[in-house]
């Protein structure tokens, strides 16, 4: 009677989201170092929310000083915002590039076929960058960014990190307005991104489209370049190969 009568042990370890005690510990002094008790309980519950993983560069934190003491900004990197949109039963994929100077470049908006050439191995300096993502049943979005509409983010908080990979930071930034467009991934930004950015008009998605805890505020956080639309899933991202 005793053994039937007898408690099952508890899991002490397992906490919110998945994440142990351990696991919290860690992300308390590194990811999140320097967020204050309420900063870091709103950061773990955002995770697990929206099921984006910190330990795979999905979604981290930055802390500043503000006027009032320490303030938080979460970011969703676009990492995360892939693996969201990776969920949708109708993604296929998308091609992104930064564009230099002396590439051969042209893009159908209308289509989302993009032709890029680079015909010398002295590209010049990075003029802007483009990102076409795929829909089942939907039309293809593209998005070209030009780098003089990203000069408030290299001016921004985040500057030094645009300034020493700027190639990288404008293509990702591509790549996250074309996702907002195309799968409804809605992401607060508190930095503000001019409306010349998007250059398409946008399209609604239907009602099963992602949404991202809209609660939180979060900041704008790679193969070759194909002409075609993919004819399986699969993501191109980065400089292409010469």
Not at 58 to 68: A, F, L, R
Not at 89 to 117: C, L, W
Request: aromatic residues 8%; proline residues 5%; glycine residues 6%.
């Amino acid at each position: 009677m005793a053994k039937q009568n007898a408690l099952a042990p508890v899991n002490t370890e397992a906490i919110v989201g998945g994440f142990t005690k351990a696991e919290l510990d860690t992300l308390k002094a590194t990811i999140a170092r320097g967020t204050t008790d309420e900063q870091f309980a709103l950061f773990v519950q955002t995770c697990a929310r929206s099921g984006l993983n910190p330990f795979l560069n999905q979604i981290y934190c930055i802390v500043y000083q503000g006027k009032d003491g320490p303030v938080m900004s979460i970011q969703i990197a676009v990492e995360g915002i892939v693996a969201l949109a990776k969920r949708h039963p109708q993604y296929k994929g998308f091609i992104a590039s930064e564009v230099k100077e002396n590439d051969e470049f042209e893009i159908d908006m209308v289509t989302g076929e993009p032709k890029h050439r680079i015909t010398t191995m002295q590209r010049g300096k990075t003029v802007g960058a483009y990102c076409v993502a795929y829909r089942e049943g939907a039309p293809n979005v593209a998005v070209v960014v030009t780098a003089d509409q990203v000069e408030h983010l290299v001016k921004g908080r985040n500057g030094q990190m645009w300034r020493d990979y700027f190639d990288d930071m404008i293509v990702k930034h591509a790549i996250k307005r074309a996702f907002k467009r195309q799968f409804g991934i809605e992401v607060a930004e508190d930095e503000h991104v001019p409306a010349a950015v998007d250059t398409v008009p946008e399209y609604r998605p239907r009602p099963d489209a992602i949404d991202v805890t809209s609660q939180v505020k979060t900041t704008a956080s790679e193969q070759p370049v194909q002409t075609a639309q993919p004819a399986q899933p699969e993501d191109k991202i980065g400089r292409a190969h010469v």
